[in-house]
């Protein structure tokens, strides 16, 4: 079946980067985009940007321009996220969506937190 | 960017009743707006795409109606399963944007 399945939890302390990886199968990886989206604990969902695993296209949300970054491996079907920098802010629980328009198949998400 | 506005914050009904929650946009988004259903501890679900396209597997309960700047996700019914938060999301425009949520609660 369709699935996105997501890398496990991390505890990072502030200014170290994170690395989430999400690894897609039951369909032809690069025919549809990939998004992140983040939900800080009791808030509401951010979307943090969008990147096409066909050409390599990306569009960031501004307010992390700079230390975010999206990749993709076509050969094994794994998006990639990696945030710098880290705050006590970015904990969050980390998800990457399958985007042909709208998010439709969802990763389970990867809880991600800063603390010193 | 787009600013969505979802209201009520927060509606509380019983089993079997309808719900109607709105998502209001600051400006055009034509109907590229989709609606999602999130669980405690649960990735959000898509419901809704384009305003009123069901998703799919998605009971015929669930309806997206509304273009341009205001949009209604109805619950005709409300079944136990469905008291969880709604979130609205347009894709007019980067960067995509998420209302607040709505959090549908047991009366």
């Known amino acids: 079946q369709v699935q996105l399945v997501q890398s496990g939890a991390e505890v990072k302390k502030p200014g170290a980067s994170v690395k989430v990886s999400c690894k897609a199968s039951?369909?032809?990886?690069?025919?549809?985009?990939i998004g992140w989206v983040r939900q800080a604990p009791g808030k509401g969902l951010e979307w943090m940007g969008w990147i096409s695993p066909y050409n390599g296209n990306t569009n960031y949300a501004q307010k992390l321009q700079g230390r975010f970054t999206m990749t993709t491996d076509t050969s094994t079907s794994t998006a990639y996220m990696e945030l710098r920098s880290l705050r006590s802010d970015d904990t969050a629980v980390y998800y990457c969506?399958?985007?042909?328009?709208?998010?439709?198949?969802w990763g389970q998400g990867t809880m991600v937190t800063v603390s010193s | 960017e787009i600013v969505l506005t979802q209201s009520p914050v927060t509606l509380s009904l019983s089993p079997g009743e309808r719900a109607t929650l709105s998502c209001r946009a600051s400006q055009s988004v034509g109907s590229f707006l989709a609606w999602y259903q999130q669980k405690l501890g649960q990735a959000p679900r898509l419901l809704i795409y384009d305003a009123s396209n069901r998703a799919t597997g998605i009971p015929a309960r669930f309806s997206g109606s509304g273009s341009g700047t205001d949009f209604t996700l109805t619950i005709s019914s409300l079944e136990p399963e469905d008291f969880a938060v709604y979130y609205c999301?347009?894709?007019?425009?980067?960067?995509?944007?998420f209302g607040q949520g709505t959090k549908v609660e047991i009366k």
């Open positions: 039951g369909y032809a990886f690069i025919n549809y985009g």
């Open positions: 969506a399958r985007d042909p328009s709208a998010f439709d198949i």
């Open positions: 999301l347009q894709r007019r425009d980067w960067p995509k944007t």
